[in-house]
């Protein structure tokens, strides 16, 4: 995979994120997550919607002066909302530091940039790895970006992952990230192959997410982390 994103011009930075939520976790039971991220000098609060099957639908990006919430900001996003406006309600429950390596790669008339992400997750007295690519749509269809994907999992063990780093941050918070569960995934003919082992859909294609017409697609997320949770699961289990 790296000999494939070789072949483009890139660039390396460390993403330092930290993400918040009420108590209550009202954000996320609103489908939201807001993280503050420093990278490469920039510090920038980001609120986004719960990705689904991958795939990243909202986002809303405001830079920052300092690493303190902007409730200003907020205001222009759905998480005020989702807050009844009680911003102070807002404590830090994880963070993530990254190596993140980007690439620009042109395939069939789109730009993509293609990004690997090496680090680790914090919550509490919890960690857990990062080993992830994710693939963001520039310009173009779709369609080129999928295309990408499915070479990329032909060429490496890697998978379509079960939800962002905030989804897993969340479930490390509760102490759930060692319980994966399977999803029902649409199967496409000639692309998709799934086993069922130990209860863990662990798929040997690209598998593509279901998702409505009227949604554009721009970037999707592919890891290899359920191969080693699987691994570990072997080792540990005898």
Not at 9 to 24: A, H, K, N, Q, V
Not at 97 to 110: D, L
Not at 114 to 130: M, N, P, V, Y
Request: glycine share 8%.
């Amino acid at each position: 995979m790296r000999g494939r994103l070789a072949e483009t011009p890139g660039r390396r930075l460390r993403l330092s994120s930290t993400y918040y939520d009420t108590p209550e976790r009202d954000l996320r039971s609103a489908g939201l997550t807001l993280r503050i991220r420093l990278a490469d000098g920039r510090i920038t609060q980001t609120v986004k919607t719960i990705t689904v099957g991958g795939v990243d639908r909202g986002e809303w990006e405001h830079p920052l002066t300092s690493d303190r919430i902007d409730p200003n900001a907020l205001s222009s996003t759905p998480a005020m909302a989702a807050l009844d406006g009680r911003v102070d309600r807002l404590a830090a429950i994880f963070s993530t530091s990254v190596e993140r390596e980007s690439h620009i790669i042109e395939q069939n008339g789109a730009t993509i940039e293609a990004s690997i992400d090496l680090g680790e997750t914090f919550a509490a007295d919890r960690s857990e790895r990062t080993r992830e690519l994710e693939l963001e749509l520039k310009n173009g269809s779709p369609t080129a970006m999928f295309a990408l994907a499915r070479s990329l999992a032909d060429a490496a063990p890697i998978f379509l992952a079960s939800g962002s780093k905030a989804d897993r941050g969340h479930r490390l918070c509760e102490g759930t990230q060692d319980d994966p569960r399977t999803s029902q995934v649409p199967s496409l003919a000639g692309a998709t192959r799934v086993e069922e082992r130990r209860g863990v859909a662990e798929a040997v294609r690209f598998l593509s997410p279901l998702i409505k017409p009227d949604v554009r697609i721009s970037r999707i997320r592919l890891a290899d982390w359920i191969r080693d949770r699987l691994t570990e699961g072997r080792q540990r289990g005898g």
